[in-house]
Nanobody
Framework: QVQLVESGGGLVQPGGSLRLSCAAS????????MSWYRQAPGKERELVAT???????NYAASVKGRFTISRDNAKNTVYLQMNSLKPEDTAVYYC???????????WGQGTQVTVSL
């Protein structure tokens, strides 16, 4: 049974930091590209960051230089270190696993991040 379980969300003040974790099970984690998406109220889900199975990373322009995605294949876990948080980073953050061919994609249940005074 495939599971992606996010943790680490919460309430933080502007300028603060959080680290999100996503623990994966039920599939060959090291073969999958892992991503973090987010969805703010009233907005579409957007891609935040991706790390390929060999460690290549990509970031949305809005988070580049502030967020860092990483993975630990031994622990089947992907992380998102978020620094210099802004109110506009407030959203539900989702973990995603993707295998290109044949296409498979899995989602976590999401974790709320709120940046506010």
């Amino acid at each position: 049974q495939v599971q992606l379980v996010e943790s680490g969300g919460g309430l933080v003040q502007p300028g603060g930091s959080l680290r999100l974790s996503c623990a994966a099970s039920g599939f060959t984690f090291s073969s999958y590209a892992m991503s973090w998406y987010r969805q703010a109220p009233g907005k579409e889900r957007e891609l935040v960051a991706t790390i390929g199975n060999i460690g290549t990373t990509n970031y949305a322009a809005s988070v580049k230089g502030r967020f860092t995605i990483s993975r630990d294949n031994a622990k089947n876990t992907v992380y998102l270190q978020m620094n210099s948080l802004k109110p506009e980073d407030t959203a539900v953050y989702y973990c995603n696993a993707r295998y290109p061919v044949p296409t498979r994609a899995y989602w976590g249940q999401g974790t709320q991040v709120t940046v506010s005074l």
